[in-house]
Antibody, heavy 120, light 106 residues
Framework: EVQLQQSGAELVKPGASVKLSCKTS????????MSWLKQMPGQNIEWIGN????????GYNQKFKGKATLTVDKSSSTAYMDLSSLTSEDSAVYFC?????????????WGQGVMVTVSS | DTVLTQSPALAVSPGERVTISCRAS??????MHWYQQKPGQQPKLLIY???NLESGVPARFSGSGSGTDFTLTIDPVEANDTATYFC?????????FGGGTKLELK
């Protein structure tokens, strides 16, 4: 069974950074892309970027370049996202989601999401 | 970026047929996917490639369309279908989502 388990909720101060994790199981991590997505309360879902589990190659939404940095640890089948210089606009729920195996595939499995709250 | 436009809300009675539309600002071929999201949960994939039913999803759900106009149909609607439904395109970069259609049952 494919599972994506995300780390717990974060309360961080403005200007700080936070590192979110997404531990996977039930599939071959190195064969798939992992995406990260942002959902502000009651709002649209935005794609932040993706990373290939095999070689760590990344692609970013231009809007999030400089804000998010994606990495992977193949040995533990875990994907990470660093968010830097946090502001109130970064308060949101962040999801990791596996991209299906085909080109232009959908997000077929999702983590449970993690709430990040930026507040002093 | 490709903008996906959805109606914000619909209300239907159990047993009825409901169609949820999604219009893209440019062609996305058939790379349109549909998700269901219930409060406090992650989105769940229902339909991929415009019309393909994801494994384990009831056959009450179906999708159609190509180019710029797409539809998700639920027939018949059940009480458990109360949720927000999002369309998402993966043809143009970056992938984008519609604003979601909140389905309520009367």
């Amino acid at each position: 069974e494919v599972q994506l388990q995300q780390s717990g909720a974060e309360l961080v101060k403005p200007g700080a950074s936070v590192k979110l994790s997404c531990k996977t199981s039930g599939y071959t991590f190195s064969n798939y892309y992992m995406s990260w997505l942002k959902q502000m309360p009651g709002q649209n879902i935005e794609w932040i970027g993706n990373i290939y589990g095999g070689n760590g190659g990344t692609g970013y939404n231009q809007k999030f370049k400089g804000k998010a940095t994606l990495t992977v640890d193949k040995s533990s089948s875990t994907a990470y996202m660093d968010l830097s210089s946090l502001t109130s606009e970064d308060s949101a729920v962040y999801f990791c989601a596996r991209e299906g195996a085909t080109i232009a595939a959908p997000f077929d499995y999702w983590g449970q999401g993690v709430m990040v709250t930026v507040s002093s | 970026d490709t903008v996906l436009t959805q109606s914000p809300a619909l209300a239907v009675s159990p047993g009825e047929r409901v169609t949820i539309s999604c219009r893209a600002s440019e062609s996305v071929s058939t790379r349109m996917h549909w998700y269901q999201q219930k409060p406090g949960q992650q989105p769940k994939l229902l339909i991929y490639g415009a019309s393909n039913l994801e494994s384990g999803v009831p056959a009450r759900f179906s999708g159609s369309g190509s180019g710029t106009d797409f539809t998700l149909t639920i027939d018949p609607v059940e009480a458990n279908d109360t949720a927000t439904y999002f369309c998402q395109q993966s043809w143009n970069d970056p992938p984008t989502f519609g604003g979601g259609t909140k389905l309520e049952l009367k």
